[in-house]
């Protein structure tokens, strides 16, 4: 079946500005996580959600990352006046159940560049 | 908090020959310890992992070795190929917090002809 895909897989905008980024689960995968990983560094942690709810938001920096996930499928990623430093490729993952050994499957990335 | 420590930063070896690349693990209730590989501009894609009540895993080339004891896990790769270029990350999981996977900074694998 198909994998994690998350659009767009480039985005380029402006300090200041307000972006989203989409990923779609495995369908049926009940968990779901985003990363961000900087040049050279692996992923970091930000934030999971088991079904619709954030179960775990402990990795967003600050108050201008906010993310959702309304039906418990798709999840939109929300970054409010972004910064330079917030350039970076944001990586979503999904799993079965969430459950600690469960396999986290990667989608391929949206390339993050702010201006 | 919880960090992975990963090394080498880079590791350059002659095809055929083994690569052997290590992590150490800071949160002792860590239970599930993946590695990734991720190729230039692709996703991570998990190629093997080991859980706390094992101490070793093979899968054909690759071998992944635990001390729970020592908080080391290692990754061990014989008869290295071309294709095994890319960069590749430990990760520890723990069972207090299931969310998150805590990755290591990665190593750079590159194989010589």
């Known amino acids: 079946g198909a994998g994690v895909s998350q659009t767009p897989s480039n985005k380029v905008t402006e300090k200041g500005k307000y972006v989203e980024l989409r990923c779609d689960p495995i369908?049926?995968?009940?968990?779901l996580y985003w990363y961000r990983q900087s040049l050279g560094q692996g992923p970091e942690f930000l934030i999971y959600?088991?079904?619709?709810?954030?179960?775990?938001d402990s990795g967003l920096p600050n108050d201008r990352f906010f993310a959702v996930r309304p039906e418990g499928s798709v999840s939109t990623l929300k970054i409010q006046r972004t910064e330079r430093g917030d350039s970076a490729v944001y990586l979503c993952?999904?799993?079965?159940?969430?459950?600690?050994?469960?396999?986290?499957?990667f989608g391929p990335g949206t390339r993050l560049t702010v201006l | 908090g919880e960090n992975v420590e990963q090394h080498p930063s880079t590791l350059s070896v002659q095809e055929g020959d083994s690569a052997v690349i290590k992590c150490t693990y800071s949160d002792s209730a860590s239970n599930y310890f993946p590695w990734y590989k991720q190729e230039l501009g692709k996703r991570p894609q998990l190629i093997i992992d080991i859980r706390s009540n094992v101490g070793e895993k093979k899968d054909q080339r690759i071998a992944v070795t635990l001390n729970k004891t020592a908080k080391h896990f290692s990754l061990h790769i014989t008869e290295t190929q071309p294709e095994d270029s890319a960069v590749y990350f430990c990760?520890?999981?723990?069972?207090?917090?299931?969310?998150?996977?805590?990755f290591g900074s990665g190593t750079r694998l590159s194989i010589r002809p």
């Open positions: 959600f088991q079904g619709t709810g954030a179960a775990d």
């Open positions: 990760a520890a999981r723990s069972y207090s917090s299931a969310s998150k996977i805590i």
């Open positions: 993952a999904s799993s079965l159940r969430g459950q600690s050994t469960d396999t986290q499957y």
């Open positions: 369908s049926g995968h009940t968990a």
